[in-house]
């Protein structure tokens, strides 16, 4: 353990003030929830808002009620490469995972296969905006639309991101958001579920309705790990919870076993000054994902909006590349990370429903993919070290529609 300057991967926004808000809520929570709720229809212009424990739990609100108006589909149509949470919502909702290959320049689908992988089985399809970069909505939606399947917009890492000016996740039928703490600003952990349909709306709050909250001591000990939280994920400080492996940071774990419950009035509490937190957020995210853009000499054209990154991604040459560079910036404490390990046909607890199924694009991504951080901590020494790392080396970098290899001076 080695104590010394060392930045986390990711890190939103958590003050004082905010701490104080959700000591509150433990006693006014009504009041918070209220408030949250009524703050995020107006931000996202939506009709219907809920507030429940963490984003795979509002994904599985949104998968049980999609079952309940189209009982006769099955298959839930994601990206192979994702977040281990998002299979583990659709087992826990009872339904069948099924997989679309990406595009490893772009880590949104391959759209010649996703047309081809839509089926009378597909309940919907999952856009996921992986670190904020949109999915091409208007290509998913042409192809969902003739074959009336719904399409689900995975925005737990893109909250205040845009397509063609439209805020993602109110773009999709329905759209659900995760506030967990590497997210862009978090509340320990939480979801959001908004949607404009009516229909979708009216199935969700028949199984919202009648699910619990949180015990008065759960809320007590979530808010003791939030204070926790906000004093060690300063780099000052990070090095300590870094050096333990125990705790399993940045570890990726498939598990369907979880709680699906409302938000408590604690963490609405803690979400008092969430739009302030998420614009400050998302413009030192621009910033910083505009200097690496430049810095590595790169024009980005997934969308004529610019991208707040929750986090820079970058594919190396090799896997050996990839790790070798993870460890020379786990030494220097510079926040670099690796993300998913696997797709998601390789889950020990999945191979056997793809053990036939190749996915090219979503291997090579699990494989060579690193991560830079973007968050507010970063300062601009922090951004001279992590480009010195990759000094005078030939690496691939993610873009929009090609891997562009260039050599940084």
């Not at 998913?340 to 607890?349: A, V």
């Amino acid at each position: 353990m080695k104590f010394h300057r060392t930045l986390p991967p990711t890190a939103p926004p958590m003050d004082f003030v905010s701490i104080l808000h959700g000591f509150a809520g433990l006693f006014m929570g009504k009041h918070y929830i209220t408030r949250v709720e009524r703050e995020l229809k107006r931000y996202f212009n939506v009709k219907h808002v809920w507030l429940v424990s963490s984003g795979k739990a509002g994904l599985t609100l949104i998968l049980q009620s999609l079952m309940r108006l189209y009982p006769e589909k099955n298959q839930v149509l994601i990206p192979a490469y994702t977040c281990f949470s998002v299979p583990s919502a659709i087992i826990k909702a009872g339904l069948q995972v099924s997989l679309c290959d990406i595009d490893s320049s772009t880590l949104d689908f391959d759209y010649d296969r996703l047309e081809k992988s839509v089926n009378e089985k597909t309940l919907c399809v999952l856009a996921t905006h992986l670190f904020g970069m949109p999915s091409d909505m208007a290509r998913i939606q042409n192809i969902c639309e003739d074959k009336h399947i719904p399409v689900v917009e995975d925005a737990a890492q893109a909250m205040g991101s845009k397509y063609n000016g439209k805020l993602l996740g109110t773009i999709g039928d329905v759209g659900f958001f995760s506030l967990g703490r590497g997210k862009n600003i978090t509340c320990g952990s939480g979801g959001i579920i908004i949607t404009n349909n009516d229909m979708i709306a009216d199935a969700i709050q028949k199984l919202y309705g009648p699910i619990e909250g949180q015990s008065f001591q759960k809320e007590m000990i979530e808010l003791c790990k939030v204070i926790a939280m906000a004093c060690f994920i300063r780099p000052s400080l990070y090095w300590l919870p870094a050096g333990l492996p125990f705790l399993k940071l940045g570890e990726t774990i498939f598990c369907s076993e979880f709680s699906v419950k409302k938000m408590s009035g604690m963490k609405a509490g803690l979400l008092k000054k969430w739009e302030m937190n998420l614009r400050d957020s998302n413009s030192i995210r621009l910033e910083n994902g505009a200097s690496f853009s430049e810095q590595l000499k790169l024009k980005w054209r997934l969308t004529d909006d610019e991208i707040p990154f929750l986090r820079f991604p970058v594919i190396c040459s090799d896997k050996a590349t990839q790790d070798n560079w993870y460890f020379l910036s786990k030494k220097k404490g510079l926040g670099i990370a690796k993300m998913y390990p696997t797709p998601i046909s390789e889950i020990q607890e999945m191979r056997d429903q793809f053990q036939e199924k190749k996915f090219p694009g979503a291997k090579l991504v699990a494989d060579r993919l690193l991560t830079m951080p973007t968050h507010t901590f970063m300062r601009k020494n922090d951004k001279k070290r992590i480009l010195g790392l990759f000094s005078a080396s030939f690496i691939l970098v993610l873009t929009s529609a090609l891997i562009f290899s260039f050599t940084l001076a």
